[in-house]
């Protein structure tokens, strides 16, 4: 168990329609990752939050935004969804800001766009 | 653009020889790599990590080898372990604070 958490764990939806997707990081990290792997992708780096400010992004869609609470637990919004956003979702916490210190990743979301 | 390549989708090795994981990566910039390892169901773990200012990192039967003038790094698992068998993925970050991840290597150690 990484102690992060994804919530759901599956999620089956429609094209066009909206989904949240939620992580809570591990209990004292400040930073929180969103990574999308797609079939035969590796991961794809989406967006960054340290602290409740947003500090890199990615290849993050337009339709996609996130945002860090001050709880520090975070969600990924992703609208107007199209087939090829089905993908598994991973968040991924650690305690300083830099991405060269060990992330824990929680099991990740398996989004199926129908 | 494919910044970070593990050209071998999949890996096969004999329980307690060594195994050889490949990445290479094209951007000069980066300045720290990382690996992962990813069972089926689960989300990455970290496994070891090397700064560009080294050549070698060793943790237990893990060591990463970098060649910065090759743009490669290579991880070394001895002995190879049944319950080594997982995809292994390779990451780079960059100043910009962007992570980088390979496509990812399938490693079956066979008993």
């Known amino acids: 168990d990484s102690g992060v958490t994804q919530t759901p764990k599956h999620l089956i939806t429609a094209t066009g329609q909206r989904v949240t997707l939620r992580c809570s990081p591990r209990?004292?990290?400040?930073?929180v990752y969103w990574y999308q792997q797609s079939l035969d992708q590796g991961l794809q780096f989406l967006i960054q939050?340290?602290?409740?400010?947003?500090?890199a992004k990615g290849n993050i869609l337009e339709r996609f935004s996130a945002q860090q609470f001050p709880d520090l637990h975070s969600e990924l919004n992703l609208s107007s969804l199209e087939l090829g956003d089905s993908a598994l979702y991973f968040c991924?916490?650690?305690?300083?800001?830099?991405?060269?210190?060990?992330?824990?990743f929680g099991q990740g979301t398996r989004l199926t766009v129908v | 653009d494919q910044q970070v390549k593990q050209n071998s989708p999949s890996l096969s090795v004999q329980e307690g020889r060594i195994s050889i994981l490949n990445c290479d990566y094209t951007?000069?910039?980066?300045?720290?790599f990382l690996w992962y390892k990813k069972y089926p169901a689960e989300g990455p773990t970290f496994l070891i990590s090397?700064?560009?200012?080294?050549d070698k990192n060793e943790d237990g039967r893990f060591t990463v080898f970098l060649n910065k003038s090759a743009k490669h790094l290579s991880l070394h698992i001895v002995p190879s372990q049944p319950g080594d068998s997982a995809v292994y993925f390779c990451?780079?970050?960059?100043?910009?604070?962007?992570?980088?991840f390979g496509q990812g290597t399938e490693l079956s150690v066979k008993p």
């Open positions: 209990s004292g990290d400040l930073s």
């Open positions: 090397i700064s560009s200012i080294k």
């Open positions: 939050y340290y602290n409740g400010e947003e500090r």
């Open positions: 990451a780079a970050s960059d100043p910009g604070g962007k992570l980088i």
């Open positions: 951007n000069s910039m980066f300045d720290y």
């Open positions: 991924a916490s650690s305690e300083r800001a830099s991405m060269n210190t060990e992330a824990f």
